[in-house]
């Protein structure tokens, strides 16, 4: 029987790639003999629109071509549809894609992403919810607040260069306005617990910033975020611990310090979140795990 598979494409994902990456995948899908309906919204309110409408016809996967914050947008629709999706990594940072062992970005890689579609095997993730305020807002990979928020926000506004040096570039154009934060943690409902820091990461995945393993030991089906903290450090201190960031060996240091729950509450003075790379909000937060809230096709 013909597959019958929906594809969504951001075309300006990752600066531009993403439109390659979905004609690559579209040609691939359609040598393999599937039927594809191809998706493209002008917003994220029309994908959002244009993908319900699919998913109400039931196809046998979705596949999305974009980065973190393209599956991110469409999450709202996607939970509880139980089609699975294949994920073809165009994005500029493609975090969730490396922890799932998807083939890189590119246009070469994007037909052997796409045929996951067909072939692949089905894993359920977790995904987050945030809350601020009134609003509810569901992300993949790692909430920042604090530190890495500000260079999240700084990278967003970089016009180059491209990938990870881009976001190093906004880590050392932030290093210099560096100040400690007075964070509030409440975990599982207990008391406030008062955490000053540099940061607080609150991670469903390893990695953000295009593979920075923030929270190495982060799981995206154990029902549970890392919670990765910093005490408050200065510069120099802060510069040395950047080689262990990058290599995931941040948390034998004295000032880093983790937790595990899926449910945590923070507050801060002045406090503004990211998550996917996208600015979610400012003001206390709530995050919970929604547990294997996601369908996936991921390597076999």
Do not use: Q, W
């Amino acid at each position: 029987m013909t597959a019958r598979v929906a594809v969504l494409v951001n075309p300006v994902a990752g600066r531009g790639r993403g439109a390659a990456a979905g004609r690559a995948a579209i040609a691939r899908l359609r040598e393999l003999g599937a039927e594809v309906r191809e998706l493209e919204g002008a917003s994220a309110a029309e994908a959002r629109e244009l993908v319900g409408a699919a998913l109400a016809e039931r196809p046998d996967a979705l596949v999305v071509v974009g980065g973190d914050g393209t599956l991110a947008s469409i999450l709202d629709v996607l939970v509880g549809a139980d089609v699975p999706v294949a994920l073809v990594p165009a994005g500029t940072g493609n975090d969730l894609a490396r922890s799932l062992g998807l083939p890189p970005a590119g246009a070469e890689s994007a037909a052997r992403a796409a045929e996951l579609a067909l072939s692949g095997r089905i894993r359920d993730i977790d995904i987050g919810e945030i809350g601020i305020g009134d609003r509810r807002t569901r992300f993949l990979t790692i909430a920042a607040l604090g530190f890495d928020a500000h260079v999240a926000d700084r990278t967003n506004r970089l016009r180059r260069p491209r990938g990870r040096a881009r976001y190093y570039l906004a880590l050392v154009i932030e290093l210099v306005r560096l100040r400690p934060m007075r964070f509030s943690l409440r975990v599982d409902g207990g008391p406030p617990e008062h955490r000053p820091g540099i940061l607080v990461a609150i991670g469903n995945t390893r990695s953000y910033g295009g593979g920075m393993p923030m929270c190495p030991e982060a799981d995206p089906g154990d029902g549970r975020f890392d919670v990765t903290h910093v005490a408050p450090i200065g510069r120099l201190k802060l510069l040395r611990l950047f080689p262990l960031l990058l290599s995931g060996r941040h948390l034998s240091r004295p000032e880093v310090s983790t937790l595990r729950t899926a449910l945590i509450e923070v507050s801060a003075p002045s406090l503004v979140v990211y998550a996917d790379g996208e600015r979610i909000g400012a003001g206390p937060a709530r995050f919970a795990v929604l547990p294997r809230a996601l369908r996936l096709r991921v390597p076999g």
